[in-house]
């Protein structure tokens, strides 16, 4: 969506989904004076489903952008301006034109420099406060001007002087490749007996300087984090979470799938992971007792026909949960195919919001992590979550004999204005039934 006036085109906020009325900028990924082509992404956005990338409705040059990052807008509003490169100068104030002083001006300062300027962050207030700095004497090197943390540092490093002005006709230094700003780990791949786990691009931790007399440093709360915090802190004032965990020997499941994920991974191109059986299971026992898929809404109780099987994915700074949708209706195999796909789309940033909505029961595979006990919060506004935790060996009894099996622990969370001990310890037990049945002669087609 766009709209043409005077200062541009402008490019409004979209409605990623029906119930989507506004959305937070996460991540600007260009910056006023780029050359920004049509369908070339243009920001992060992040709403209470999905983070996406947005991509530009127009060709030409970012002249102004008018929603910084953090900030949550409606749908329909204007985030930034797009025009022709001779529009830069009046969209921003003289920018090409420089100032009195003969300083030029930062080209991503919209407006003259101080529209976002006075825009300042808990930890941005709090060290000034600390250390009796007056911010309009500091820099800002944010978006429009913006003070962040950083220059509050730098600024005490200084002494308290304002950075020295930079003459007109000198270039800036060029920014860091954005390859710089991620370390991939050393490590191979490893298994850690549930499911192989990628190596994944990790973060780059910048060491703040330090400043004498501080015994703490602060971390901005991401757009993410904050929809995943609203979400949690919801689910758990509205719902009435009880809690239970059966152990299940799945000794022949380990050997069923020993036997064949080679020859799988050869054929289908696809790891062939325990949470595709795990998740056949289920839907299989959520088809004996329904409840299970249903939500609770005042005086009634919605139960659905539809079994969405939410399949929660951990990233390095979030944890999203895309839906594989009609999971009663496909394979051990369709599933699999499945997993992978949103496994590697949501780690790669590149899930749409379709791709998580509809979910109707969660799954979290835990053990991935060596958990072997976990106390799961619902997914909001579901009944119920189920983890899978690590597969252990361990000692059992069978027959009066002590043998080595290979045993699993399933945890399950539940919505208790729905549903009640009874009904779940049935669901468990058969959801444990349907794994320790897999063996030899289990088909995955």
């Given at each position: 969506?766009?709209?043409?006036?005077?200062?541009?085109?402008?490019?409004?906020?979209?409605?990623?989904?029906?119930?989507?009325?506004?959305?937070?900028?996460?991540?600007?990924?260009?910056?006023?004076?780029?050359?920004?082509?049509?369908?070339?992404?243009?920001?992060?956005?992040?709403?209470?489903?999905?983070?996406?990338?947005?991509?530009?409705?127009?060709?030409?040059?970012?002249?102004?952008?008018?929603?910084?990052?953090?900030?949550?807008?409606?749908?329909?509003?204007?985030?930034?301006?797009?025009?022709?490169?001779?529009?830069?100068?009046?969209?921003?104030?003289?920018?090409?034109?420089?100032?009195?002083?003969?300083?030029?001006?930062?080209?991503?300062?919209?407006?003259?420099?101080?529209?976002?300027?006075?825009?300042?962050?808990?930890?941005?207030?709090?060290?000034?406060?600390?250390?009796?700095?007056?911010?309009?004497?500091?820099?800002?090197?944010?978006?429009?001007?913006?003070?962040?943390?950083?220059?509050?540092?730098?600024?005490?490093?200084?002494?308290?002087?304002?950075?020295?002005?930079?003459?007109?006709?000198?270039?800036?230094?060029?920014?860091?490749?954005?390859?710089?700003?991620?370390?991939?780990?050393?490590?191979?791949?490893?298994?850690?007996?549930?499911?192989?786990?990628?190596?994944?691009?990790?973060?780059?931790?910048?060491?703040?300087?330090?400043?004498?007399?501080?015994?703490?440093?602060?971390?901005?709360?991401?757009?993410?984090?904050?929809?995943?915090?609203?979400?949690?802190?919801?689910?758990?004032?509205?719902?009435?979470?009880?809690?239970?965990?059966?152990?299940?020997?799945?000794?022949?499941?380990?050997?069923?799938?020993?036997?064949?994920?080679?020859?799988?991974?050869?054929?289908?191109?696809?790891?062939?992971?325990?949470?595709?059986?795990?998740?056949?299971?289920?839907?299989?026992?959520?088809?004996?007792?329904?409840?299970?898929?249903?939500?609770?809404?005042?005086?009634?109780?919605?139960?659905?026909?539809?079994?969405?099987?939410?399949?929660?994915?951990?990233?390095?700074?979030?944890?999203?949960?895309?839906?594989?949708?009609?999971?009663?209706?496909?394979?051990?195999?369709?599933?699999?195919?499945?997993?992978?796909?949103?496994?590697?789309?949501?780690?790669?940033?590149?899930?749409?919001?379709?791709?998580?909505?509809?979910?109707?029961?969660?799954?979290?595979?835990?053990?991935?992590?060596?958990?072997?006990?976990?106390?799961?919060?619902?997914?909001?506004?579901?009944?119920?979550?189920?983890?899978?935790?690590?597969?252990?060996?361990?000692?059992?009894?069978i027959n009066d004999m002590i043998a080595i099996r290979s045993v699993v622990n399933l945890c399950l969370s539940f919505d208790h204005r729905i549903?009640?001990?009874?009904?779940?310890?049935?669901?468990?037990?058969?959801?444990?039934?349907?794994?320790?049945?897999?063996?030899?002669?289990?088909?995955?087609?």
């Open positions: 969506m766009q709209r043409t006036t005077s200062r541009g085109t402008g490019i409004v906020m979209p409605q990623f989904a029906e119930s989507v009325v506004q959305a937070t900028i996460g991540k600007w990924l260009k910056k006023p004076g780029d050359r920004v082509e049509e369908y070339e992404p243009l920001c992060e956005v992040v709403t209470d489903k999905v983070t996406a990338e947005l991509p530009s409705t127009a060709s030409g040059v970012l002249l102004e952008i008018v929603v910084g990052e953090g900030e949550t807008v409606d749908v329909g509003t204007v985030i930034c301006f797009i025009g022709e490169e001779g529009g830069l100068a009046s969209s921003a104030g003289g920018l090409a034109g420089g100032t009195e002083n003969g300083a030029v001006a930062a080209p991503d300062v919209p407006d003259g420099g101080q529209s976002m300027r006075h825009r300042l962050s808990p930890a941005v207030r709090t060290l000034a406060e600390r250390h009796g700095i007056d911010l309009s004497r500091v820099p800002g090197s944010g978006i429009g001007g913006r003070i962040t943390r950083k220059d509050v540092l730098a600024y005490l490093e200084r002494g308290g002087t304002p950075a020295p002005v930079q003459p007109a006709g000198m270039a800036k230094p060029a920014a860091p490749a954005a390859a710089a700003d991620f370390v991939k780990p050393a490590a191979p791949a490893r298994s850690s007996g549930v499911q192989v786990i990628e190596p994944q691009p990790m973060p780059k931790i910048e060491v703040e300087p330090p400043v004498a007399g501080e015994r703490e440093y602060f971390i901005d709360v991401t757009p993410i984090r904050k929809t995943i915090a609203s979400r949690m802190r919801q689910s758990v004032q509205e719902i009435p979470h009880a809690w239970t965990s059966i152990e299940v020997d799945v000794t022949n499941l380990v050997a069923l799938r020993n036997k064949v994920k080679d020859e799988f991974r050869k054929n289908e191109g696809v790891n062939l992971t325990y949470m595709a059986f795990l998740i056949k299971a289920v839907v299989s026992a959520i088809k004996d007792y329904p409840i299970m898929n249903s939500v609770w809404s005042q005086d009634k109780i919605f139960v659905k026909r539809d079994i969405n099987i939410s399949l929660a994915v951990g990233t390095e700074d979030s944890v999203l949960t895309p839906v594989i949708k009609n999971a009663d209706q496909k394979n051990i195999v369709g599933i699999a195919r499945e997993v992978e796909d949103l496994a590697r789309r949501t780690r790669a940033g590149k899930l749409t919001p379709a791709d998580m909505e509809g979910g109707t029961f969660t799954i979290n595979n835990t053990g991935t992590f060596g958990s072997i006990l976990s106390y799961p919060i619902i997914n909001y506004p579901q009944a119920a979550i189920l983890t899978f935790e690590q597969i252990v060996k361990k000692p059992v009894v549903l009640d001990g009874v009904i779940c310890g049935r669901f468990h037990q058969r959801v444990k039934e349907n794994l320790e049945s897999y063996g030899p002669d289990t088909k995955l087609y």
